[in-house]
């Protein structure tokens, strides 16, 4: 069967791909000037830059785990964010060290309370 897969990011470059090794014949359009949607980057002075946004790969689901890693290679990476509010440096998401932080308090509860 022929196939028109309307934009080339994960979800129509995953798709093209599993289509075409059953079988059809794909054809992938986008109406951006390069592939993958808003997971693109593009090489400034040798670094990978995020055009849409910085973007990270997570999944909990190992066959989803398996099936990219026959593309690329991945490195390990942790997402630590810290906001800077007014000079002050807090971590993001919120956990007990920024409540802690903003208000002094040390349990849930008093958080909770706080909140
Ligand atoms: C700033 C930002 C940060 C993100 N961070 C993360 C992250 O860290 N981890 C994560 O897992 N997800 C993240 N996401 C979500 C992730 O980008 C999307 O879940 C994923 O890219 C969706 O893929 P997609 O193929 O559905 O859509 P897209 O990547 O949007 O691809 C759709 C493509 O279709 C094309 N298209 C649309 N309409 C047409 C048309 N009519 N004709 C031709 N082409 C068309 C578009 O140009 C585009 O290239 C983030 C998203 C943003 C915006």
């Not at 897969?5 to 794909?26: D, K, N, P, Q, T």
């Not at 592939?35 to 989803?64: C, P």
């Not at 890693?69 to 002050?88: D, I, L, S």
């Not at 956990?95 to 308090?105: E, I, L, R, Y």
């Amino acid at each position: 069967m022929k196939i028109l897969v309307v934009g080339s990011g994960l979800f129509g470059a995953v798709s093209a791909r599993e289509l075409a090794l059953s079988g059809h014949e794909i054809k992938v359009i986008d109406k951006r000037d390069h592939v993958s949607g808003n997971i693109y980057t593009k090489q400034v002075e040798g670094i990978q830059v995020h055009q849409y946004g910085a973007h990270i790969f997570h999944t909990v689901n190992k066959r989803v785990w398996d099936y990219v890693q026959q593309f690329a290679e991945f490195n390990r990476y942790t997402n630590e964010v810290v906001a800077n509010y007014k000079g002050e440096l807090y971590n993001l998401p919120f956990n007990m060290n920024t409540f802690n932080k903003m208000w002094g308090v040390i349990t849930p509860d008093e958080a909770q309370a706080k909140i």
